[in-house]
């Protein structure tokens, strides 16, 4: 078996369908016992709330782009071309004189709305791609270590960026790339040479974080362009994750938008998933009084949220924590409102203009019922609107709006 079979054969099956979402799954312990503890040992239990996740087609796409990107990328390691690269690499370290012979153009996004999921998405990815840890190769011995994540400097310094890829080599493999940058006091191109030459033979795939922060410094053209050196010297694939602010600046110019080219996405729909997601959140209760979901609370959540898995999750823990607080112990959308408007204010600004472009559209959003529950007709008259409303002490705009084309306006 050559050095580049070995290197392959090291990684994990990659994983698709109903097994790749079952190992994705994360779902704490519950036991419904925990409603007759005390209030601080249920206060202390509600957290497990932030642990939960619900992989979605979203998951899916990003753990499959990033297999096959490390794929790629082990696949060059060991090669003629790959050997012929590290002789160039030393050469520039000394003469400065940068040649890309293994060249590529293997770097991709993964952009997002902030609070969707995203990040929680790569480290599930990862822990699955990377679960037979580093590889070895004995014959000539090398360790590769299948992806480093480092997060964009938010002054996008090259130099700080490169130094920081080298210490997190140096605390998977123990060796001491970054104290010998340091202490010789090494130029930035000096240090690209470097990095490109431990990234050829150490790193499989590189996730760089926060890579927004490169739209809001000066520095941020220099730093994607040290990025694409590191490539072309390299071999390895790049993905740069971020938010949507970071993709009006790789529009700027065809040479930064073909390095961006990859996965982009926005608020969830309000559909099957989304309901869901808050079926398996309502049914982890801490207060003591048990409360169903209905499809009015769920179209509550989306309307307070725009979709925003995070922020769903934030509802529903403060609202079961104002309630065990103040005695209510009631999860309702009384004690979910409540925690809209203390906990949450600062975010109405980003909720609100969804919520009001939402009302406006001629296509009225339907409820959709959990798959727990058997359908429900969906149309009603005005009153029996009305009577819904009193029943759930719900805001009778809400219950409208679902039916109709409703447009608010200021009198």
Same mark, same amino acid.
Request: net charge neutral.
């Given at each position: ?40 040992? &249920? ?25 096959? *990107? ?50 929680? *998405? ?18 000539? =011995? ?38 010998? *940058? ?16 431990? *990234? ?58 073909? &390095? ?28 003591? &009084? ?89 149309? =009603? ?31």
């Amino acid at each position: 078996m050559d050095r580049l079979t070995e290197i392959v054969k090291a990684l994990p099956e990659m994983m698709a369908g109903r097994e790749l979402l079952s190992a994705m799954k994360t779902l704490p312990d519950y036991d419904d016992s925990i409603r007759a503890e005390s209030e601080a040992v &249920r206060l202390m239990a509600l957290s497990d709330l932030y642990q939960i996740y619900l992989p979605s087609q979203m998951s899916m796409e990003i753990y499959s782009k990033l297999y096959l *990107a490390l794929l790629r990328s082990l696949q060059k390691k060991g090669s003629k071309i790959a050997i012929l690269q590290q002789y160039e690499n030393h050469k520039a370290v000394r003469q400065q004189e940068y040649s890309g012979i293994i060249g590529g153009s293997d770097s991709f996004t993964i952009i997002g709305t902030s609070g969707i999921g995203k990040s929680t *998405a790569i480290s599930k990815a990862l822990d699955l791609i990377m679960a037979s840890g580093i590889i070895e190769v004995k014959e000539p =011995f090398v360790k590769v270590i299948p992806c480093i994540v480092v997060q964009c400097p938010f002054d996008s310094s090259v130099k700080g960026f490169l130094l920081e890829i080298l210490r997190k080599v140096d605390e998977c493999l123990g060796s001491k790339y970054y104290e010998r *940058a340091v202490r010789t006091r090494s130029t930035t191109d000096m240090i690209i040479g470097s990095v490109s030459q431990v *990234a050829l033979n150490h790193i499989g795939l590189l996730v760089v974080d926060e890579i927004q922060n490169v739209a809001n410094s000066k520095n941020g053209k220099s730093l994607i362009g040290a990025l694409t050196q590191l490539i072309n010297n390299s071999g390895i694939s790049i993905c740069m994750v971020g938010t949507p602010e970071s993709a009006s600046f790789f529009e700027q110019a065809m040479q930064l938008a073909r &390095r961006s080219l990859g996965l982009y996405y926005g608020r969830l729909e309000y559909d099957r998933y989304f309901c869901d997601f808050c079926c398996t959140l309502f049914s982890y209760q801490y207060v003591k &009084r048990y409360a169903e979901i209905t499809p009015a609370i769920i179209e509550w959540l989306y309307e307070h949220s725009s979709g925003i898995v995070s922020v769903v999750v934030s509802l529903i823990h403060d609202a079961q924590e104002i309630a065990i607080l103040d005695g209510r112990e009631e999860l309702s959308i009384e004690t979910l409102n409540e925690a809209y408007q203390k906990r949450l204010s600062l975010l109405h600004v980003y909720i609100e203009p969804v919520k009001k472009r939402a009302s406006s559209s001629v296509k009225p959003k339907k409820i959709i019922e959990p798959i727990s529950k058997e359908p429900e007709q969906i149309g =009603f008259t005005i009153a029996q609107l009305v009577s819904r409303a009193k029943e759930g002490r719900i805001n009778i705009v809400d219950l409208l709006r679902d039916q109709f084309p409703v447009e608010e306006v200021v009198v």
